[in-house]
């Protein structure tokens, strides 16, 4: 991954990283979300880095291609995480939707899309599974019926598993690093005595936890690959 020297010789040995996803990776309130994490501890293990949060809340992959050029490539970074799904996969059943709001394919090609522009600028990409969410009493309200299954406790996933393996099947056929938060999540909750309820804010967003887990995910990707 390497450094970039532009800006007047500014950045000179600083990594540029943007957090590029949905309301998962936005600011949100005094959470202290992954990029915020990547930012203090990444200069503690000695890589010099400059992050920057370019998460979008409501966002899908459709929405993300139209702002792609200005908050990503424009600002030249070295490393870009792209963390989108949860909107992506979504069936508005209570607006009467029957189709999730990005179909599939279309998600799919997005994400390929992003990683094949980055790739030729040398630009590396990290591709993230989005995480998988729990049953509350508000989404059941709004989420509570087919093609959901909420008498299954992992019902609010079963729409969202097919765009987990499309964020896969797209890193390894597009030689891009992966981090598979979805697995995570699902790992962590399985040992948690709360179960993943204790990563997640509102059944569907990470909370403090759930960030601390990304970001540990993450951490040692770019310290693999910092500049020497």
Known sequence: MPADATDGGKRSGVTRIIAFGDSTTAPRGELVVFADLLAQELPKRGMKVEVINSGVPG????????RFEKDVLARKPDAVVLWFGLNDAAVDVYLNATE?????????????????????????????????????????????????????????????????????????????????????????????????????????????????LVANLLMPYFLRNAPR
């Open 59 to 66: 966002n899908n992959t459709e929405q993300a291609r139209e």
């Open 100 to 212: 999730p709001r990005v179909s599939l394919e279309r998600y799919e090609n997005n994400l390929r899309s992003f990683v094949r522009q980055l790739r030729e600028k040398g630009i590396a990409a990290v591709l993230m599974t989005p995480n998988p969410m729990t049953w509350t009493k508000e989404i059941l309200g709004y989420y509570g019926k087919a093609p959901y299954r909420p008498e299954d406790p992992d019902g609010m996933n079963v729409v969202m598993g097919p765009y987990v393996e499309a964020v896969r099947r797209t890193a390894r056929e597009e030689r891009a690093a992966l981090v598979d938060a979805f697995q995570a999540f699902r790992d962590a909750g399985t040992a948690a005595e709360g179960g993943m309820d204790e990563f997640l804010l509102d059944g569907m967003h990470p909370n403090n936890a759930g960030h601390r």
